[in-house]
C-alpha cells in the first residue's frame, strides 16, 4: 500500500460530533477515490453517541429511547465517547476488494497495539474486534453465590442484561472473568475505498454499553486498556503507538484482490 497519512481532528476537549466526522469521512473518501488524496487515517474522540450498522435489531438499542444514529457501516450497535480513540482509514483497495482482509489488517495493528501496552489480546473467531479472553466456564465465579446453572444466560438464548441487574451488565464482564471486546470494528468499502473503521477503549465510562446488547452479543462484555492493566491509558498516549502499527501494517501489506 501507499504511504498513510494521520490527520488528528479532535481530542478531548475538541472532541468531534459523530455527523461532522461522518462528513468529512466522505469528503475524504471522494478525494480518494479521485486520487486527489492518499491514504488516510482520521483519528479523534467523540462525544457520547450511539451508533448502529445496518444489521442492528430493534431489541439491541437502547430500552429508554436514547437517540441512535444509524450508519451505513458493517456490524451493529456500539457507543463511542470520551476515553476511547476512533480511527477511521480511508483506503483505495484492489478490485475485487477483500474486506476480511481489510479487517484483519485493522485487528492486527490494533493487537500489536495492546502487546506495546503489556496487554495480551486475541481475535475470536467469528466475532471481528479484539478481544480479552476470560476464564473457562468451570473455572468462573458463581454469580450471586448461585451455580452457573442457575445463570438464566445458560437456558434464554434471548437473555437481555439490561433487564437483569447490574450483575449481568457488560460493563462487569471483567469481574465476571467472561470474554470481554476491547476494540471493535466496522467498516463500509463503497467504490473499492474503505469508510468507517475501528474504536479502541482506552479509559473510558465502559457503563455507557450497559444502555445496549453492544454488537449484538449477549453473551460477552466489553473492557479498556485501563481496566485491564490497572493503570491510567488516556487517548493521547495510545495514539502514536496505533498510529505506527497502523503505518507497518498498512504499508508494508500487499493487498490482493479477493479470490474470485
Known amino acids: 500500500m501507499s504511504e498513510l497519512r494521520f490527520v488528528h481532528l479532535g481530542f478531548g476537549a475538541d472532541a468531534v460530533e459523530y455527523q461532522e466526522a461522518w462528513q468529512e469521512q466522505r469528503r475524504v473518501h471522494a478525494a480518494r477515490f479521485a486520487d486527489e488524496a492518499p491514504d488516510t487515517c482520521?483519528?479523534?474522540?467523540?462525544?457520547?453517541?450511539?451508533?448502529?450498522?445496518?444489521?442492528?435489531?430493534?431489541?439491541?438499542?437502547?430500552?429508554?429511547?436514547?437517540?441512535?444514529?444509524?450508519?451505513?457501516?458493517?456490524?451493529k450497535i456500539t457507543w463511542h465517547g470520551p476515553g476511547q480513540l476512533v480511527g477511521y482509514p480511508i483506503l483505495k483497495l484492489p478490485r475485487p476488494v477483500d474486506v476480511v482482509a481489510h479487517v484483519r489488517r485493522l485487528e492486527e495493528a490494533l493487537l500489536l497495539t495492546c502487546a506495546e501496552f503489556g496487554l495480551e489480546a486475541t481475535r475470536v473467531e467469528g466475532r471481528s474486534g479484539v478481544w480479552v479472553l476470560g476464564d473457562p466456564l468451570e473455572e468462573r465465579r458463581a454469580l450471586g453465590?448461585?451455580?452457573?446453572?442457575?445463570?438464566?444466560?445458560?437456558?434464554?438464548?434471548?437473555?437481555?442484561?439490561?433487564?437483569?441487574?447490574?450483575?449481568?451488565?457488560?460493563?462487569?464482564?471483567?469481574?465476571?472473568?467472561?470474554?470481554?471486546?476491547?476494540?471493535?470494528?466496522?467498516?463500509?468499502?463503497?467504490?473499492?475505498?474503505?469508510?468507517?473503521?475501528?474504536?479502541?477503549?482506552?479509559?473510558?465510562?465502559?457503563?455507557?454499553?450497559?444502555?445496549?446488547?453492544?454488537?449484538?452479543?449477549?453473551?460477552?462484555?466489553?473492557?479498556?486498556?485501563?481496566?485491564?492493566?490497572?493503570?491510567?491509558?488516556?487517548?493521547?498516549?495510545?495514539?502514536?503507538?496505533?498510529?505506527?502499527?497502523?503505518?507497518?501494517?498498512?504499508?508494508?501489506?500487499?493487498?490482493?484482490?479477493?479470490?474470485?
Not at 435489531?57 to 450508519?71: K, N
Open 42 to 75: 482520521l483519528l479523534l474522540e467523540h462525544p457520547p453517541v450511539y451508533t448502529a450498522g445496518r444489521r442492528t435489531a430493534d431489541d439491541e438499542r437502547p430500552l429508554d429511547g436514547t437517540p441512535v444514529v444509524d450508519v451505513d457501516r458493517g456490524g
Open 145 to 260: 453465590g448461585l451455580n452457573l446453572d442457575f445463570d438464566p444466560r445458560v437456558a434464554d438464548e434471548e437473555f437481555d442484561p439490561r433487564l437483569n441487574g447490574p450483575e449481568y451488565a457488560p460493563s462487569n464482564a471483567g469481574q465476571r472473568r467472561e470474554d470481554r471486546k476491547l476494540a471493535q470494528i466496522g467498516v463500509r468499502v463503497a467504490k473499492g475505498v474503505t469508510m468507517h473503521g475501528f474504536s479502541l477503549n482506552c479509559n473510558p465510562d465502559t457503563t455507557w454499553f450497559d444502555r445496549i446488547v453492544p454488537c449484538g452479543i449477549r453473551d460477552a462484555g466489553v473492557t479498556s486498556l485501563s481496566e485491564e492493566l490497572g493503570r491510567d491509558i488516556s487517548v493521547t498516549e495510545v495514539v502514536p503507538v496505533i498510529e505506527k502499527h497502523l503505518r507497518t501494517v498498512m504499508e508494508s501489506a500487499v493487498p490482493l484482490p479477493r479470490a474470485v
